[in-house]
């Protein structure tokens, strides 16, 4: 079955403490995204990848790390959380870039304290 | 300034009503808009629109864009409990590799039996 899979699907965290969130696709996709969705505010995107070794900033980058290390993964890595980074996260990917739709995971939410 | 701004960004209707959601944008470069719908988890996709005036169907849903007056309207007919759920525009944009997809706040519609 074709998915993006999203991995914790919940966190509780305290600030400063760095973790990453683990996004794997299995559609040999070579675009892949992260957004973030606050209330009032709707989908945000942090970085994104046309492929491997490729990653470029969204609208919201700051405090966020990406890598491509693989096709298949697009971990985000937060250094060091803080409580402006408490959200529902979701991974997003796709042929190309333009390519739709895009085929989202089911979502993470973290809470930094 | 917001670049996709959708109308209402709430609405209440009975079972039976048809609702009309609207999202107007204004953007370089336009590419396409889409529609997702999304429930309790990650956004599922309902439209693609890149043409004027064709109107997009799919069982009591409906879209059509208009690329001079830049907006875009999801029609859902005999609305149904079911169709409770926020509805996100996104538009993607920007010319070469300047390219950027940007969400709506969306519309969250709720319909009572």
């Known amino acids: 079955e074709a998915q993006v899979t999203q991995n914790p699907r919940y966190l509780i965290t305290v600030t400063g403490k760095k973790l990453t969130v683990t996004c794997s696709q299995n559609?040999?996709?070579?675009?892949m995204s992260w957004y973030r969705q606050d209330p009032g505010l709707g989908l945000r995107q942090i970085y994104y990848?046309?492929?491997?070794?490729?990653?470029d900033k969204g609208d919201v980058p700051e405090g966020y790390k990406v890598s491509r290390k693989e096709k298949r993964n697009f971990p985000l890595i937060l250094e060091s959380p803080s409580p402006n980074q408490t959200s529902l996260y979701f991974c997003?990917?796709?042929?190309?870039?333009?390519?739709?739709?895009?085929?989202f995971g089911d979502g993470t939410r973290l809470s930094i304290l | 300034e917001d670049k996709v701004v959708q109308s209402p960004l709430s609405l209440v209707v009975h079972e039976g009503d048809t609702v009309t959601l609207n999202c107007s944008y204004e953007v370089t470069n336009f590419r396409s808009l889409l529609w997702y719908k999304q429930e309790k988890k990650a956004p599922t996709f309902l439209f693609m629109l890149?043409?004027s005036g064709i109107e997009k169907k799919s069982g009591r849903l409906s879209s059509i864009l208009d690329k001079k007056e830049l907006f875009s309207i999801l029609n859902i007919t005999a609305t149904q409990t079911g169709d409770s759920a926020v509805y996100l525009c996104?538009?993607?944009w920007g010319g070469g590799s300047n390219y950027k997809l940007t969400f709506g706040k969306g519309t969250l519609l709720t319909v009572n039996p």
């Open positions: 559609m040999n996709h070579e675009y």
């Open positions: 990848s046309m492929n491997v070794e490729v990653t």
């Open positions: 996104a538009v993607e």
């Open positions: 997003a990917s796709s042929r190309y870039r333009g390519d739709q739709p895009q085929h």
């Open positions: 890149t043409s």
